[in-house]
């Protein structure tokens, strides 16, 4: 996805489908593109990549450390990674897939390390930088990816910038992603007559204003109807304000809390009313769970629910799945949009910014390879032949229309713009500050959400003594470094 789709969180969708390591793992099919298809891509990658009996990597096998396969196919329904095709047709390479869950990933991986077998790759997220880069997990990329290159130009920057500690990179990034999205189903909205969300957008009118009348007007908790559902929605409002509740500070090169910018208490006044009102399923007393069941997209397909918040990787698979969990997609119902954005900011449309790519484990074994891989993944982002077969194979696979894909198209240019909101995780910092920015989110997806000034009374100070903690020991991280 982070241009491909996804690799951040294919998170969810994945648990559910693969059990953890250890597991019966589902058996690889093999599909193909076209000859054409084939040829053409080739024939680029021959001008912009190094000839294969130039490259030590050749002929090998890398390693993938996750919870979720992005390269091998499992029905056919899916599309072809374009990027492995590239990598396993014009290199002989290979990867294996290491399974494991999305919540054990770190403790496993650790695990391995510390027993001498490490994977390649993992991954490239948020969650991954900086505090499991101090701990040694991943691996400086800089002796395996040269960012002078052109084929690094417009990510080069962006991985010094935020995925660097004492001239280091601990990241490959191919490509900047967008986040959450709302998923929706059209027929539902032109049932209770509310115009279309794409089309407010399109005209500048998608604000949480808008928002919160068709929420209001829709829910209804006596008859199990709620606006709002999903993964990550509280980033996806938060992120839509313009700023996270944690940046990094590009002139002190610390960490700092934002928790007393009046955005953030907006969009917290935004939630807690919508949660004040009933307009939010409460998943969170539910322990996690979204509605029927787990099913991403739950209720959309009944008209139970107005939008469920998720990556575009959970509306991406089989049509006829997608169909009977989101919106019949050969009907056209199916499309989604980007959060409204805040009435009262800026009037700019900000836009979650997420890394696509990988890190390299410690001691990875083949680390070559892994930027072997990341080269074939960011040509497939740039060159225009591979770009169309990508779009050709959403078409054809996923019956995804003009709009939908010039949506997304739309969402992957502004997250490589300046309107982004690049933002760190739970898991991106010490356990102890972790624990806090999670307590914060989840303070407004409760149903019994709390104020703003709720939450900074009873976070605020701990926020900035383990930010001041976790930046020394950055500091000290540094520094050993030499």
Known sequence: ???????????????????????????????????????????????????????????????????FDDFHNYSEGEVVNTGFFTFREKYGCEIEWIECTWDERF???????????????????????????TQKTFQPINDYIDLTDPLWEGVADYMNTYFSLGGNVYMICTDRYFGSVLAYNRRIFDEWGFDDPAELYYNNEWTWDEFEDMAKDFSSEDNDRFALDGWFYTKGFQHSCGTPLVTYDLETGKYVSNIDDPRLERVNDFLYDLNKNGCIYPWYNHGYAVRDNNEFG????????????????????????????????????????????????????????????????????????????????????????????????????????????????????????GDIVLAFEPESFSSNLGQVLDDIEKSAMQSNATTWAQIKEANGDQLQYYLDDFNARVDEYIASLG
């Open 298 to 417: 739950g209720g959309l397909k009944s008209g139970n629910l107005l939008f469920s918040c998720g990556g575009p990787y959970f509306f991406t698979g089989p049509v006829e799945e997608i169909s009977a969990e989101y919106a019949d997609v050969t009907a056209n119902e199916l499309m989604f949009v980007p959060f409204p954005r805040d009435p009262s900011g800026d009037g700019t449309q900000y836009i979650e910014s997420d890394p696509a790519g990988y890190c390299i484990v410690q001691n990875a074994p083949n680390p070559e390879g892994v930027a072997l891989l990341a080269m074939c993944d960011r040509f497939k982002v740039l060159d225009p032949t591979v770009m169309s077969i990508d779009r050709k194979q959403k078409i054809e696979k996923y019956l995804w229309t003009d709009e939908m894909l010039d949506m997304y198209d739309l969402c992957v240019e502004k997250a490589n713009s």
């Open 1 to 67: 996805m982070k241009k491909r789709f996804a690799a951040v969180i294919l998170v969810l969708i994945m648990i559910a489908a693969l059990v953890g390591c250890g597991a019966n793992k589902r058996q690889p099919i093999e599909l193909t593109l076209s000859t054409e298809d084939a040829e053409a891509i080739l024939a680029a990658a021959g001008i912009t990549l190094p000839p294969a009996e130039e490259v030590a990597a050749a002929n090998t096998t890398i390693q993938w450390f996750a919870w």
């Open 107 to 133: 403790t496993r991986v650790a695990t391995l390390l510390v027993g001498g077998t490490p994977p390649d790759f993992m991954n490239g997220e948020t969650e991954n930088f900086p505090f499991y880069a």
